[in-house]
């Protein structure tokens, strides 16, 4: 399944951006390169998720399991271009799935383990998945039971595939390997069929903040540029252990983990998110050198230094992190006393990576703040990404391009990286994309730094709060108050105003059992020299963010939960 034009494909092949290998080819030099090497590690707590106890598999096992499962996925009619979902907790099952169905030419769109019968359904439907693969239980709830009752009300939904201790009536299990027979037709088959690196590898969820989730289709060579960004910010190596925290269905997990395992050919240690005293023991047993841990976590382990008192972490030389503001004392704490470098991620399942790697700004305090200016001309950065995209700043108001600092826009791409458009979507690709072919991204950045070298987060473009016509980025004050000893997170959202339309609504998770105050907050400010109009003028205490099944902090619902409260 082909979505990008001929004359973009032709494009980027002559510039040598896009190439021919697989994933599946990159995958298979590495099972005869190394097929005793340790490929893919189980979660330590792996029983406690499913059944089973953890795997360890080296490159030839693993290889052995996608082939295997390849055949029962085969042999139950499924064939390329077909569509299959997928929802698994990141064990090795996931990463066999993702390989078995691109072995066969089919396309995976995993699903948050969270999703339930209505959001499940209303994906299958648009996507007309042929099949799902799943568990019988995950965490105690029943995964293959749910797809039993929903196979009925589905009419492209055939099978259901099912990894379990038991097997159940109307399932397809996935453990028993003598249920593949003669493998001649199958053989046969993957001889004659044509997998290129510009099919459809995944077709990812966004993840609905502000609305329903839309589906993002990206070839293989979409994924490569994205995880090559990755590859090169952490100097990623065939000596590498990458410890994978994020859920393997989007950006983060695929092109910020997986992907760049296959590419650097490491060893890929699964870690199933999140739980705190797993993801300890991991880093010191498998002697981990590179993972992805959110900053709410860094900032916790920074401040609590008894969590690592007596852990011997020093494998770890690099951590990736991303997605809520970094503040700098984190960055620079953690190299000063771990000698761990900190790499600041901004990403979109549709393709934006930026990355402000200590090659890049090796200063902490602007690469808490800054992002290279990748896809800019006669900028250079290390990272072999940013000579590949095009990337820009919009007026909103005047649709102008912005080329001075500190004037707030619509970041807008185009590129290698960048999917060509929605799936199933003609309506909201026709607004996404602008008349000259870029992406726009709906994230608000401003240009900033030394000779405007560099981007900065302002925020999205629907988080921006206007108090009295003069707009303020929720993202700005949210970056100041977690510097707060008070904070352990904190959004900032708009509160409706009579007078002012808007104002500023600071959301806190406080440390634990700390009490804060508004005028502790405004006083705290206050001392940072912070303009008033964008002081907060309502403080709301919460035990916890609400965030979706990828980690991101639902403002929409803050903004409600705000809003009730002064009606």
């Known amino acids: ?60 096992q693993l290889n052995e399991k996608v082939d295997t499962m390849a055949r029962i996925l085969y ?36 699903f948050p383990i969270q999703y339930r019968e209505y959001e499940c359904s209303q994906l299958i439907e648009v996507l007309e998945a042929k099949a799902v693969i799943t568990m019988n239980e995950i965490s105690n709830r029943d995964y293959a039971d749910m797809y039993r009752s929903l196979i009925d009300d589905i009419p492209s939904l055939e099978h259901i595939f099912s990894f379990g201790s038991s097997e159940l009536e109307g399932v397809i ?67 590498d252990k990458f410890l994978l925290t994020f859920p393997v269905v989007n950006m983060a997990g695929i092109g910020g983990g997986m992907i760049p395992w296959l590419l650097s050919g490491g060893t890929l240690v699964l870690h199933h998110p ?14 981990i050198t590179y993972t992805l841990i959110p900053p709410a976590l860094l900032n916790m382990m920074l401040k609590n230094e008894a969590i690592l008192l007596g852990k011997d972490i020093s494998s770890l030389r690099v951590i990736g992190t991303g997605s809520a503001p970094l503040s700098a004392w984190m960055i620079s704490g953690w190299k000063e006393k771990y000698g761990v470098d900190i790499i600041n991620y901004f990403g979109s399942n549709e393709g934006a990576a930026f990355l402000s790697s200590p090659m890049d700004i090796p200063d902490p305090e602007m690469r808490s703040k800054y992002f290279p200016r990748f896809g800019v001309k006669g900028l250079h950065w290390d990272n072999r990404i940013s000579s590949m995209i095009e990337s820009k700043i919009v007026d909103l108001e005047t649709g102008e391009e912005i080329t001075e600092s500190f004037h707030p826009g619509e970041l807008r791409l185009r590129g290698p990286g960048i999917f060509s458009g929605y799936w199933k979507a003609p309506e909201v690709n026709h607004r996404s994309f602008d008349e000259n072919g870029y992406f726009s991204t709906g994230d608000l950045f401003e240009i900033a730094g030394d000779e405007e070298r560099y981007y900065r987060v302002v925020g999205r473009v629907k988080d921006v709060i206007i108090r009295g016509g003069i707009k303020i980025s929720p993202q700005e004050v949210e970056e100041l108050l977690q510097g707060h000893p008070k904070v352990a997170e904190v959004a900032i959202v708009s509160c409706p105003d009579q007078i002012m339309g808007e104002i500023v609504c600071a959301c806190i998770v406080p440390q634990k059992e700390a009490e804060i105050a508004l005028n502790e907050i405004v006083d705290f400010l206050r001392e940072k020299k912070v303009a008033s109009y964008k002081l907060p003028e309502r403080v709301r205490l919460l035990t916890q963010l609400p965030r979706n099944p990828v980690g991101k902090v639902l403002k929409n619902q803050l903004r409600e939960m705000v809003k009730e409260e002064v009606v």
């Open 173 to 239: 299990s996935l453990n028993n390997a003598s249920k593949t027979g003669d493998t001649k037709d199958f053989q046969a088959y993957l001889a004659n069929i044509s997998v290129t690196a510009n099919d459809i590898f995944t077709i990812c969820w966004t993840s609905g903040t502000e609305g329903k989730p839309k589906g993002v289709p990206r070839s293989h060579n979409e994924w490569f540029i994205s995880s090559f960004a990755t590859v090169d910010a952490a100097r990623l190596s065939e000596d």
């Open 75 to 110: 042999e139950n009619g499924i064939r390329k271009d077909d569509i299959v979902a997928l929802q698994l907790p990141n064990t090795t099952e996931l990463i066999i799935s993702y390989l078995a169905v691109l072995r066969i030419g089919a396309v995976s769109s995993p």
């Open 274 to 287: 999140f739980d705190f005293p797993a993801l300890l023991q991991q880093i010191v047993q498998e002697k």
């Open 1 to 60: 399944m082909i979505l990008s034009s001929n004359e973009r494909i032709k494009d980027y092949t002559e510039k040598g951006f896009w190439g021919t290998e697989t994933i599946d080819g990159y995958f298979s030099r590495l099972v005869e390169a190394s097929p005793e090497k340790e490929a893919v590690v189980d979660p330590v707590n792996r029983e406690a998720i499913c059944f089973g106890a953890p795997q360890r598999l080296t490159y030839r």
